[in-house]
């Protein structure tokens, strides 16, 4: 399949550690994220989301968490899978910017067997 | 298959050349989005309806992409007189009314010779 991402940051882990994502956000209007997940030939999936009321949101294997104070996003996922191994984009809404999601760079994330 | 269907999947065509892409949402999601992604980089918002109401087209690359929904369902996105700098995947997503989560498609990839 193509490749979604040609020069992107690169975390590479083993099989089973937990891996950290991070994101970095420059608006402070920004009001609700979003973490998605894409492979090579797909279109992203959505994981997990959190708005800017909460610092922190779990779920299957995910958790998010939010730093405004520094405006900060972080992905965790526990014991990594190789089906894990994608690129991953933060994305966000800004607060009366419509429904327009604005992507970061994305992180590509490869797992060890 | 109940998720966003983007048609066709790859599209190669001659510069000059006007090209459609159609993008059927989720079901009974009212809001539908079009995005362009190049290779490297997080998806870029273009336009969105909700309904047949397109709420949002300012972020369009120029006047010659434009994009119809024209009962509300599905969607087409059309580039005239395509250029070589037109080359990339268009995404469609899709999200029901009050909620901020944006379904993707697999995306056209546009290749302009």
């Known amino acids: 399949g193509e490749s979604v991402g040609l020069h992107l940051p690169t975390l590479s882990v083993q099989e089973g550690d937990n891996s950290i994502i991070n994101c970095a956000y420059s608006?402070?209007?920004?009001?609700?994220f979003i973490w998605y997940k894409q492979e090579s030939g797909k279109g992203p999936q959505f994981i997990i989301d959190?708005?800017?009321?909460?610092d922190k949101r779990q779920g299957q294997r995910v958790t998010v968490l939010l730093n405004k104070t520094v405006k900060h996003l972080s992905l965790q996922i526990a014991a990594t899978q190789p089906g894990d191994s994608a690129v991953y984009f933060c994305?966000?809404?800004?607060?009366?910017?419509?429904?327009?999601?604005?992507f970061g760079g994305g992180t590509r994330l490869m797992v060890k067997p | 298959d109940t998720g966003v269907s983007q048609n066709p999947r790859h599209k190669i065509t001659k510069r000059g050349q006007n090209v459609t892409f159609r993008c059927d949402p989720i079901?009974?999601?009212?809001?539908l989005y079009w995005y362009r992604q190049t290779l490297g980089q997080g998806p870029e918002f273009l336009t969105y309806?909700?309904?047949?109401?397109?709420?949002?087209k300012s972020r369009l690359l120029s006047d010659r992409f434009s994009a119809e929904r024209p009962k509300g369902s599905f969607s087409t996105l059309e580039i005239q007189r395509t250029e070589q700098g037109d080359s990339a995947m268009y995404l469609c997503?899709?999200?029901?009314?009050?909620?901020?989560?944006?379904?993707f498609g697999a995306g056209t990839r546009l290749s302009v010779l």
């Open positions: 997503a899709s999200s029901p009314q009050n909620r901020n989560i944006q379904y």
């Open positions: 608006n402070s209007a920004s009001d609700y």
């Open positions: 959190i708005r800017s009321n909460m």
């Open positions: 994305a966000e809404i800004i607060n009366n910017a419509g429904n327009m999601l604005t």
């Open positions: 079901s009974e999601h009212n809001r």
């Open positions: 309806f909700q309904n047949e109401a397109q709420l949002e």
